[in-house]
């Protein structure tokens, strides 16, 4: 499927709408899968919320070297200031 293929598809009386099967494949949404949805310029997005957590991690690598856990260097800075806090 072509990212600017449009599928129609209705909104039923509960508010609900159904994501095609096509759209679904074309995401990699599988049953059961948390999917989050947001506004952005009038239009709704959705992707799920495992590649929305993969994205922040690219992210995330690309501003913190490999190897460097951020929790470590907190939890050792937390260390130090209760240390010479006592």
Known sequence: MKSTEAVRTK???NGRVVIPASIRQALGFEPGEEILLFVE???LRMTSANKRAERAQKLYKKYVGEGVS???E???DRRKEAAAGE
């Open 11 to 13: 909104l039923n009386l």
């Open 41 to 43: 310029d009038d239009e």
């Open 70 to 72: 951020l929790v470590d």
């Open 74 to 76: 907190v939890i050792a």
